[in-house]
């Protein structure tokens, strides 16, 4: 299993940036999708899931209205479209994929990306 993210870099305040997750050695369209961020200094937080039916759950309630999730499965993509960016959602953004066509809880997830980093400036 291969997680690869990109997408990541520096943007003002109030703008924009879509993350993607690239996914292989798996079959990407039978299982649940997540996005994971991690600021300095503090514990990683789930962000966002994606279910193999195209459901999606919210674990951070900071980024609701603001970040939404989606999927390619004919790309075996997933993609974490993050607007109106403020300075605290700078972070290193992870994909991680459970063994779990549904979205599990944040901690219930087996393997990892290596992380992009996101950095919003004030």
């Known amino acids: 299993v291969q997680l690869v993210e990109s997408g990541g870099g520096l943007v003002q305040a109030g703008g924009s940036l879509r993350l993607s997750c690239a996914a292989s050695?798996?079959?990407?369209?039978?299982?649940?999708i997540g996005w994971f961020r991690q600021a300095p200094g503090k514990e990683r937080e789930g962000v966002l899931c994606?279910?193999?039916?195209?459901?999606?759950?919210y674990y951070a309630d900071s980024v609701k209205g603001r970040f939404t999730i989606s999927r390619d499965n004919a790309k075996n993509t997933a993609y974490l479209q993050m607007n109106s960016l403020k300075p605290e959602d700078t972070a290193v953004y992870y994909c991680?994929?459970?063994?779990?066509?549904?979205?599990?809880?944040?901690?219930?997830?087996?393997?990892w990306g290596q992380g992009t980093q996101v950095t919003v400036s004030s």
């Open positions: 050695g798996f079959t990407f369209d039978d299982y649940a």
């Open positions: 991680a994929a459970p063994w779990d066509r549904s979205c599990p809880r944040p901690y219930e997830y087996d393997y």
């Open positions: 994606i279910n193999s039916s195209y459901g999606t759950t």
